[in-house]
Nanobody, 120 residues
Framework: QVQLVESGGGLVQPGGSLRLSCAAS????????MSWYRQAPGKERELVAT????????NYAGSVQGRFTISRADAQNTVYLQMNSLKPEDTAVYYC?????????????WGQGTQVTVSS
């Protein structure tokens, strides 16, 4: 059974930091690209950051470039999102995603989300 479980969200003041974690199970974690998405109230879900499988360059949305860092620990089946210099506009539910492109189909798994609120 595939599971992605996010943790680490919460309430933080502007300028503060949070570290999100996503623990994966039920699939070959190292074979999947891992991403963080977010969805703010009334807005569409947007891609925040991606880290490919087995090394490679990470990619970030322009709005978080230089403030957020995605990383992965394949031995622990976990992906992280370090968020620094948080702004009120970073407030959203953050979702972990695992993706692998197979020969005939795409495999996509999602976590349940964790709330991040940036407010004074």
């Amino acid at each position: 059974q595939v599971q992605l479980v996010e943790s680490g969200g919460g309430l933080v003041q502007p300028g503060g930091s949070l570290r999100l974690s996503c623990a994966a199970s039920g699939f070959t974690f190292s074979s999947y690209a891992m991403s963080w998405y977010r969805q703010a109230p009334g807005k569409e879900r947007e891609l925040v950051a991606t880290i490919p499988s087995r090394g490679g360059s990470t990619n970030y949305a322009g709005s978080v470039q230089g403030r957020f860092t995605i990383s992965r620990a394949d031995a622990q089946n976990t992906v992280y999102l370090q968020m620094n210099s948080l702004k009120p506009e970073d407030t959203a539910v953050y979702y972990c995603n695992a993706m692998r492109a197979g020969w005939t189909r795409r495999y996509d798994y999602w976590g349940q989300g964790t709330q991040v609120t940036v407010s004074s």
